[in-house]
């Protein structure tokens, strides 16, 4: 069975950094493409990024490039978020997930770990 | 970057009905289309990928058709545990976008 258990959400203040993590297990994470999406409170889904099976490769919707930096560590079946100069609209629900490929439809979600930016 | 318009943007229906949604591409995107539920507090479940491929496990009530711009999510017999906020997905390129959903909710 595919588990994706996400962690690490916490309030922070605006400016500040966190790390979100998200330990996979049921199939073979080296071989798949994962991702992050999140849903501020009330809202829809937005896509955050994206990184290739080795690492090679990550994608990032432009509201958080520069500031939220997407990792992997294959030997851990493991996915990171690093989160700098947090702003108050980065609050949300991050949802790791796992990719059906580059671009791909996403076919398993985490459950979630909750962020709020705030003073 | 794509935008995606979902209509309607809520909806009412019965058990036992039979419902479709909707959803628009701003530009072609052939059939690189997913549907996903989500049920408050949850996690979204993925229920259709590659505009009309059901995924495993997933009920055959529901089904998906379209390509290009114009695509539809169609549930027959609503069943109780269907009423939720349903989203689409394009997974034609990067940024990869959602609608904003369509919410059903029990008449």
């Known amino acids: 069975e595919v588990q994706l258990v996400a962690s690490g959400g916490d309030l922070v203040q605006p400016g500040g950094s966190l790390r979100l993590s998200c330990a996979a297990s049921g199939f073979t994470f080296s071989n798949c493409w994962m991702g992050w999406v999140r849903q501020a409170p009330g809202k829809g889904l937005e896509w955050v990024a994206n990184i290739k099976e080795d690492g090679s490769e990550k994608y990032y919707v432009d509201s958080v490039k520069g500031r939220l930096t997407v990792s992997r560590d294959n030997a851990k079946s493991s996915l990171y978020l690093q989160m700098n100069s947090l702003r108050a609209e980065d609050t949300a629900v991050y949802y790791c997930?796992?990719?059906?490929?580059?671009?791909?439809?996403?076919?398993?979600w985490g459950q979630g770990t909750l962020v709020t930016v705030s003073s | 970057d794509i935008q995606l318009t979902q209509s309607p943007s809520s909806v009412s229906a019965s058990v036992g009905d039979r419902v479709t949604f909707t959803c628009r591409a701003s530009?072609?995107?052939?059939?690189?289309l997913a549907w996903h539920q989500q049920k408050p507090g949850e996690a979204p479940k993925l229920l259709i990928y590659?505009?009309?491929n059901l995924q495993s496990g997933v009920p055959s009530r529901f089904s998906g058709s379209g390509s290009g711009t114009y695509f539809t999510l169609t549930i027959t017999s609503l069943q109780p545990e269907d009423f939720a906020t349903y989203y689409c997905q394009q997974a034609d390129s990067f940024p990869i976008t959602f609608g904003q959903g369509t919410r059903l909710e029990i008449k």
């Open positions: 590659a505009a009309s």
């Open positions: 997930a796992r990719a059906r490929g580059r671009v791909g439809a996403i076919d398993y």
């Open positions: 530009q072609d995107i052939s059939s690189w």
